[in-house]
């Protein structure tokens, strides 16, 4: 999660300011209305993976909106393009025939969104945590982990997977698409910049996505 100027290193914008079915329609930016063909919230059980144990998440807790659920999804992109829709709080995997495996998202506080496309260059599972030292300083707290990283577990902020997100010169945005243990903040703007998703939903996308110039991420504000 280390963030810069998103104009120099990223080349975005920074912008200041089923189990069962359903028939449910959400309302989202023109002609990409959805209607959920079907949603997994039995999907956010413990998990135990590589030795660590996720705990349960309260599901029902959330709002419906943001649980894991396949839509219908109008859209030019190809199959297997990852589309963050910072304002709805939502991302969409784009499977084949209209359709897209939607994802309720934590996004950035106002100053530190962002905007663009990036590809996903490599991703990984239980990741060591750099906080930049933009965020030490405003955050003394995790300045211990600027250099030697906090290391994976369950209270890591980038949570079970981290997909790392470069720029078309292959270069490093320091963006992420990452896990949290902080569900509660799924349809918020709390992070530091990143996308951040629940550690089940994760784990889900992160078995989905093949790194490479091919798996194509478009944020839209």
Known sequence: MRLRNALTVFGLVATMALTGCSTTSESGKPGTETATAKIFSDSYGKVTDAGYALPAIPIEKLNKKFHRQIVSYQTKEKAGTIVVDTRERFL????????????????????????????IAWKQAWPTWHPPK????????????????????????????????????????????????????????????????????????????????????????
């Open 92 to 119: 969409y995997y784009v499977l084949p025939n209209g359709r897209a495996i939607r994802y309720g998202i934590g996004v950035g506080k106002q100053g530190f969104a962002w905007q663009g496309e990036a590809y």
């Open 134 to 221: 933009e965020m030490a300083a405003r955050k003394p707290e995790v300045a211990k982990y600027v250099e030697d990283g906090m290391e994976p577990g369950v209270r890591n902020p980038l949570g079970a997977r981290a997909l790392y997100l470069f720029n078309d010169k292959g270069q490093d945005t320091l963006f992420r698409l990452h896990g949290t243990p902080e569900w509660a903040s799924i349809g918020t703007a709390a992070s530091s910049g990143c996308i951040r998703l629940m550690n089940q939903d994760i784990m889900d996308l992160y078995d989905r996505v093949r790194p490479g110039k091919s798996a194509r991420v478009v944020v839209l504000q």
